[in-house]
């Protein structure tokens, strides 16, 4: 069975500070993806990035990047210059195998003023 | 590019009643999944339609089921509801990859709210 956990219940950031979400995960499986999704209040799940396990070189999307550690099986999620829209939940997200997907049970960002 | 749309967007039930949720995946994803998100509870999966097939389902009792149509589309039924059933419930659509394997990404509808009284 693979696992998923973030270990972050809530997190809070100053605006245009740095702040870093943690994840762990594991799984049996070689070939896997990693996500990280956002979940505004009453909003929709969006993804924010994802990495492919067998690249080395950690996926950046503008202010959000990864610090993906294989062997640690740590997949942290860094966000810069955080913005008043970046509070949300966050979900860390694991695909392994056969159409199987797991999440964590989430990170609540605030940002503050 | 329309997204992942999901009817109705809240439903009131009452204990055993019935309940079916609707979801339409991105233009030319064949794959849906359904996921039940309780307050504190994270997301739990469900139920992965491919091809109009049940490829995989979460740990869920039979009175959760669902069906996928020609068109992609899917329905997520719940019978005998229960006080604990009251959730969001989720649908993603992603394309399959041909050779198999892992899922691409999972796009998501904004849920259905789902309240039994």
């Known amino acids: 069975a693979q696992t998923v956990t973030q270990s972050q219940p809530e997190m809070s950031v100053q605006e245009a500070e740095t702040v870093t979400l943690s994840c762990t995960y594991d799984t049996s499986e070689s070939d896997y993806y990693l996500f990280w999704y956002k979940q505004p209040p009453s909003r929709q799940m969006i993804l924010v990035i994802r990495q492919e396990a067998y690249k080395q070189q950690n996926a950046t999307e503008n202010r959000f990047s990864v610090n993906f550690q294989k062997a640690a099986k740590s997949f942290s999620l860094k966000i810069s210059d955080s913005q008043l829209g970046d509070a949300a939940m966050y979900f860390c997200?694991?695909?392994?195998?056969?159409?199987?997907?797991?999440f964590g049970i989430g990170t609540k960002l605030q940002v503050i003023p | 590019e329309a997204g992942v749309t999901q009817s109705p967007t809240h439903l009131i039930k009452t204990r055993g009643q019935q309940a079916t949720l609707r979801c339409s995946p991105i233009s030319g994803h064949t794959s849906v999944y359904w996921y039940q998100q309780a307050l504190g509870l994270g997301l739990q999966f469900l139920l992965w339609y491919d091809e109009g097939e049940e490829r995989n389902r979460g740990n869920f009792p039979p009175r959760f089921s669902g069906r996928q149509f020609p068109n992609y589309s899917s329905e997520l039924n719940v019978n005998a509801l229960e006080l604990e059933d009251s959730a969001l419930y989720l649908c993603?659509?992603?394309?399959?990859?041909?050779?198999?394997?892992?899922?691409?990404?999972?796009?998501f509808g904004p849920g259905t709210r789902l309240t039994v009284l």
């Open positions: 993603a659509s992603s394309q399959v990859r041909a050779s198999g394997g892992t899922t691409d990404t999972q796009y």
């Open positions: 997200a694991l695909s392994g195998g056969y159409q199987k997907v797991t």
